[in-house]
């Protein structure tokens, strides 16, 4: 009897360790499964920018993700698209924003001895503490985060592009295996891609172009929570725009004349849209078809875009600009003219192409040495309310009829763009 009655309670004993054991491991199966799903509020806190309210911006958008036609991210898109939701930096040294000021959108891919220059430039920019820079990456590479983690004369936003083909190594939207390369006939390679008006498939350093400016253009108009309801004017400009130091006053005042002065005017512009061009120096306002360098629109303005997205996805050819003046201007049925001052406020410097980046055998090379001469009066509001206005009517370049130059046929491509454009507005397209 005794025997039994010292078993029992060894197993009693058996029980309750192994009771204990299973309780512990379930504990610690929870701490672990609740540390990664907050993960995303738990990098927001590192950082000291905790809130309930990023929280749910964060879950609301995993939720609509969800419901979109997307690629399947990998660990370092997801990561990046994390970092898109941490408020600015320098939020110690700037607190606010100037009143109705223009915020700053500049785009980068990987040309950091270009981008030295532009933030130098900016950092002589009078009245840029005053407002937001965003700085939108197509693509992660280390030297050129840590060039704009090195920015403390304003307020810092970075966000990245989480579809960029530069972080798909081995996938749509990146270089996939089975893709179809330069003229290959999909039936006969037994290979996938839509080959452009010339037969040739896609490359993706190229149609990264494209992709990057739009889905930029939807997220800092539509996705952000520092932009999503700004009303007035932003400025896009890319790493090899040299930015004048009266740069942002000039367009100051732009903003104020255009309604007054160009009621046709889309847009506020700081150079001329021919690049080689410093202006014409004469005392009066120019208006003239809409530029690619230092360019600034409002939200309204960005609602007609938007509203063309299938017209600009569909179009084959992968430059977002000539796209923009060959389908998207004429479509909205009226000339569309751009307000700028007689002299230039911002140079395109650059020499070799946006992704004619590092570590390529044909890399191109350029030591960045400028030519440009910035003058007393450049550092100075030089635009005048009282000025006229000068219209130039006819002007060459793209227009309505060019076919494009491809590079932008594969339907993969033109279904991710018009994601892009439904991201923030599912439904409406």
């Known amino acids: 009897m005794a025997t039994n009655g010292k078993g029992r309670i060894k197993?009693?004993?058996?029980r309750r360790l192994v009771f204990v054991i299973l309780v512990t491991l379930l504990g610690a199966f929870l701490v672990v499964f609740l540390?990664?799903?907050?993960?995303?509020?738990d990098s927001v806190i590192k950082e000291g920018y905790g809130s309930s309210e990023s929280l749910q911006m964060t879950f609301k958008y995993s939720d609509r993700t969800e419901r979109l036609n997307l690629p399947i991210q990998n660990e370092l898109s997801i990561r990046l698209e994390k970092r898109n939701q941490l408020p600015p930096r320098n939020l110690d040294l700037f607190p606010k924003l100037a009143k109705d000021s223009i915020v700053i959108a500049l785009y980068v891919h990987n040309r950091p001895q270009y981008l030295k220059v532009v933030v130098d430039s900016l950092s002589r920019v009078e009245g840029i503490s005053e407002t937001l820079l965003i700085v939108s990456h197509d693509g992660y590479f280390e030297e050129i985060n840590r060039i704009i983690e090195g920015i403390k004369f304003c307020q810092v936003k970075q966000i990245f592009a989480p579809y960029s083909p530069h972080l798909f190594e081995s996938s749509f939207p990146g270089v996939s295996p089975t893709d179809c390369k330069n003229k290959d006939g999909a039936d006969k390679k037994k290979c996938e891609g839509t080959p452009d008006q010339y037969g040739n498939h896609r490359s993706p350093k190229i149609v990264s172009l494209k992709h990057h400016w739009w889905w930029m253009m939807n997220t800092v108009w539509d996705?952000?929570?520092?932009?999503?309801?700004?009303?007035?004017?932003i400025l896009f400009i890319e790493e090899d725009h040299f930015?004048?130091?009266?740069?942002?006053?000039?367009?100051q005042l732009l903003a104020q004349l255009k309604p007054l002065k160009c009621p046709d005017c889309y847009a506020a512009n700081l150079a001329p849209s021919d690049v080689k061009s410093r202006g014409e120096r004469w005392e009066s306002l120019i208006a003239e078809r809409m530029g690619n360098v230092g360019y600034a629109f409002?939200?309204?303005?960005?609602?007609?875009?938007?509203r063309k997205a299938k017209e600009?996805?569909?179009?084959d050819d992968y430059n977002w600009d000539i796209t923009m003046w060959a389908t998207v201007y004429p479509s909205f049925g009226a000339p569309v003219y751009s307000l700028r001052g007689p002299r230039t406020s911002a140079v395109h410097f650059g020499k070799c192409g946006l992704h004619q980046g590092q570590g390529e055998k044909e890399a191109c090379i350029d030591d960045s040495s400028l030519n440009i001469k910035v003058e007393d009066i450049d550092k100075v509001p030089n635009i005048k309310p009282d000025w006229g206005v000068h219209v130039y009517?006819?002007?060459a370049g793209y227009q309505a009829g060019f076919r494009g130059w491809g590079g932008w046929g594969d339907k993969r491509d033109c279904q991710l763009c018009l994601e892009f454009a439904r991201m923030y507005h599912l439904g409406s397209i």
């Open 243 to 251: 930015i004048y130091p009266n740069a942002y006053r000039n367009l």
């Open 11 to 14: 197993e009693a004993a058996f």
């Open 223 to 233: 996705g952000l929570k520092e932009t999503h309801q700004h009303l007035g004017h």
């Open 393 to 395: 009517k006819k002007q």
């Open 35 to 41: 540390l990664r799903t907050s993960s995303v509020s």
């Open 312 to 315: 600009f996805c569909a179009f």
């Open 298 to 306: 409002n939200r309204t303005v960005w609602k007609k875009i938007h």
